[in-house]
């Protein structure tokens, strides 16, 4: 297949490791190739105007404006780019609101040197790719009728809430979430509080306690 008739990937992703590894894997399957790398959501935007891909892959953990929020901004502005997110986090709390974003499938980075082919020529298809353990998830959660009483407390968090208490768990501070996700200081501390509530945690400490712990344990439910 000549260079033009392979199909052009843009990786956004804020480590230039990851986004190496990935790049030598597409570029020699034949059939793909990635055409641009970005570290961040305001490269990215520029290059999806630039260079007009046939897909992107995004990080979820982006510094700055988080992976969710560029997935939203990219696909309204190009509804026909196709978009698979990569995330360290569980599959089962981010999937959901990466669909729900307008990405077109999710891949664990621990599974991507495996499963990254598969899934970017799935959702180039048309189709949506998600692991089968995921699958298996969703549907017994149709089946079985369940309710958002039933699912965890994470589940509960606003896209904005879960970006916030990620970077809590990073060890930013107040002010410093506020620069990077460019909102006010007042506004990052209702964020605050609104996890709190909701997670039914009680002080500072504890939230800052399981921030950590939930980000160490690469989003799965942390324990008081």
Known sequence: MTETNRKRIVLVDDHPIVRDGLAQLINRSGDLVVCAEAG??????????????????????????????LIKQARSRWPGLRVLALSMHSEELYAERVL???????????????????????????DIYLSPTLRAHLLRYVIG??????????????????????????????????????LSVKTIESYRDHIKRKLNLHGATQLVRYAVQWVQGSGQEASL
């Open 40 to 69: 961040d959501a305001g490269e990215a935007l520029r290059l999806f105007e630039e260079l007009r891909p046939d897909m992107a892959i995004v990080d979820i953990s982006l510094k700055g404006v988080d992976g969710l929020e």
């Open 100 to 126: 729900r974003a307008g990405a077109r499938g999710y891949i664990m980075k621990q599974e991507a040197r495996d499963g990254v082919l598969i899934a970017i020529r799935q959702v180039l298809n048309g």
């Open 145 to 182: 009728g369940q309710n958002k009483q039933g699912r965890l407390p994470m589940d509960t968090l606003s896209d904005r809430e879960l970006a916030v208490l990620e970077r809590i768990g990073r060890g930013r501070g107040t002010r410093e979430i506020s620069v990077e996700l460019n």
